[in-house]
């Protein structure tokens, strides 16, 4: 059986189809990519630094125009940021807006949706409630430290209430005790409010950790080169799923696929 | 308490000897006519103010300033969040732009005479067009300055492009207008005192010509020293509420901590 009936037999939720991305006339960052996202999954994509990997999740959720192929979310061609796909950029800093607090900053979004104002109240308090920031509600984001920050992002997509959540190595400027907490705050929130979720990342471990299915991303210009089922059981918990044989085999055969820089044909 | 002494003591100290020197000097014949002592200033000061005849002058230079200095704001954001956000427009006007700014614009005052005459119109033209282009500039870079990852994370969530630009691309400018709006605050004031001084029949700058060619010495230095009070006073006024608006913009945190 092929992956594609596999997967439609699991519910897709997000296609990428041959999908390539050149910068203008020049650069070709992603040769060509087809993949994915099934209901509910937590998928990454790993790949070496400059693979293209922030191209490549502009370029799904609708921030940046494919050269070739096309994006599908539930069966519909995406050619602007749908409101069922958020993204969760790396550099929360900027993605923030700092003259509003973090209540302020998570209910920004909202203003679009047909909701009451009661709604939309209790929608930021429950999202800015399941990321712990509660006694912060008030703070602006610069008062906060880097990782409470990346919090505040991810409240603001979580109250948004979209289908997939796109996170763009959302935890690589915070540090590695923060970012275990982050790591299993986004599982929580996964199983909490049922998101769909897909990572890109440069941590092996971390994409192995968090994720059903890994995608393994060559150097640019960018494919797949493997796709690898992650069967490590669930919940997973930072030290015993780290330390479970089967962990370590995987990453380890990830660590090979990526170090071994792969001879590709050029595409036709 | 004591910090506070230390901070102030250096400066209003250097003043203070400076006055009395000055005051001793020209008491005692030293220094000429032309410089008369402090005290003779403060008295003249105290009493124009107080019988009306320069609070009168204040009062028309403040208002021909805010009426010029309004309209030269509201242009320069207007002008500045168009070409900001618009490259086409961006491109056709940016060396224009750079061409006009760096003209003096008291050098435009006798072209403004030619068009406008002698009244109030050529004064207030004259001001607007001081003090549109540092308030242009500094509205332009603020709005250029906005971060792209701001700009994608509007995009992303599916903001309007009204709402990107009231929501997020003006307050992110806001640094930039405030200190633009500081900055041109005074040049608007400066300009609104030369265009009295040069073709005035009223204000500050009219006040002081005339107390030159009637030589009344004291009165005049008194009306300097009261454009030089007002200047300072909408500077520092204008500065606090920069501070109080953008409070988290990333320089103004940076002065908070280092003061």
């Known amino acids: 059986m092929t992956n594609g009936a596999v997967a439609a037999r699991r519910d897709r939720v997000l296609e990428v189809v041959d999908l390539q991305k050149r910068y203008g006339a020049g650069t070709l960052a992603i040769e060509r990519i087809s993949l994915d996202v099934c209901r509910g999954e937590f998928v990454s994509i790993v790949g070496p630094s400059g693979a293209g990997k922030t191209t490549l999740l502009k370029t799904i959720c609708g921030l940046l125009a494919p050269t070739s192929g096309r994006v599908l979310l539930d069966d519909k061609l995406v050619t602007a940021p749908p409101p069922e796909m958020v993204l969760v950029f790396q550099d929360y800093a900027r993605s923030l807006f700092p003259w509003l607090t973090v209540t302020a900053n998570v209910a920004f979004p909202l203003r679009k949706k047909r909701l009451g104002a009661g709604e939309k109240a209790s929608l930021v308090l429950e999202a800015i409630d399941a990321v712990g920031l509660t006694a912060f509600a008030g703070h602006y984001p610069w008062q906060l430290s880097g ?4 919090r505040v992002a991810i409240a603001r997509a979580v109250a948004f209430r979209p289908e997939i959540l796109l996170l763009d190595e959302p935890f690589a400027s915070v540090d590695a005790l923060t970012r275990a907490d982050l790591e299993d705050l986004t599982l929580r929130l996964r199983a909490e409010f049922g998101i769909t979720m897909l ?4 941590d092996i471990d971390e994409a192995v950790y968090l994720s059903d299915r890994v995608f393994v991303l060559s150097p640019p210009p960018s494919v797949i080169v493997r796709e690898i089922a992650v069967p490590l059981s669930q919940p997973r918990e930072q030290e015993r799923t780290r330390s479970d044989a089967a962990f370590l085999a995987l990453r380890n055969e990830i660590h090979r ?12 | 308490m004591s910090a506070a002494v230390a901070r102030w003591a250096p400066p209003l100290g250097f003043v203070v000897v400076l006055f009395a020197v000055v005051e001793v000097l020209s008491r005692t014949g030293v220094l000429p006519p032309d410089i008369p002592a402090p005290s003779a200033v403060a008295i003249a000061l105290v009493r124009e103010l107080g019988d009306g005849s320069l609070t009168l002058q204040l009062a028309t230079t403040l208002g021909t300033w805010a009426v010029a200095f309004a309209i030269a704001v509201a242009l320069a954001i207007v002008a500045g969040l168009l070409m900001g956000t618009i490259p086409l427009v961006y491109d056709a006007f940016s060396t224009l732009v750079d061409l006009l700014r760096p003209v003096p614009s008291v050098s435009m005052i006798p072209l403004a005479i030619l068009f406008f005459g002698l009244g109030a119109e ?11 282009w540092p ?5 332009l870079y603020g709005v250029r300055s906005v971060d792209p990852v701001t700009l994608d994370t509007a995009r992303n969530f599916g903001t309007s492009g009204i709402d990107t ?15 633009g709006i500081r900055v041109s605050a005074s ?4 300009v609104t005192v030369t265009v009295e001084l040069v073709a005035g029949d009223s204000g500050i700058g009219h006040y002081i010509a005339q107390a030159e060619q009637s030589s009344r010495i004291a009165p005049m230095y008194a009306a ?3 454009s030089g009070l007002t200047g300072w006073l909408i500077n520092a006024g204008f500065a606090r509420l920069e501070d109080r608006v953008v409070f988290w913009s990333p320089s103004v945190r940076r002065s908070a901590e280092a003061g």
């Not at chain 1, 990782?147 to 990346?150: E, L, P, R, S, T």
């Not at chain 1, 990572?199 to 440069?202: A, M, P, R």
């Not at chain 2, 630009?165 to 200190?179: D, N």
Request: aromatic letters at 4%; charged letters at 5%; a positive charge.
């Open chain 1, 199 to 202: 990572l890109v990342t440069h």
């Open chain 2, 122 to 132: 050529m004064r207030i033209v004259m001001i607007v067009y001081a003090a549109f």
């Open chain 2, 165 to 179: 630009l009231a929501r997020v691309v003006l307050p992110a400018a806001l640094p930039g207008i405030a200190t």
């Open chain 2, 224 to 226: 300097i020293v009261l």
């Open chain 2, 135 to 139: 308030m242009l500039v500094n509205t």
């Open chain 2, 187 to 190: 040049l608007a004031l400066a």
């Open chain 1, 147 to 150: 990782g409470m920050q990346q």
């Open chain 1, 257 to 268: 696929l990526i170090g071994q820089h792969p001879e590709r044909t050029p595409a036709p």
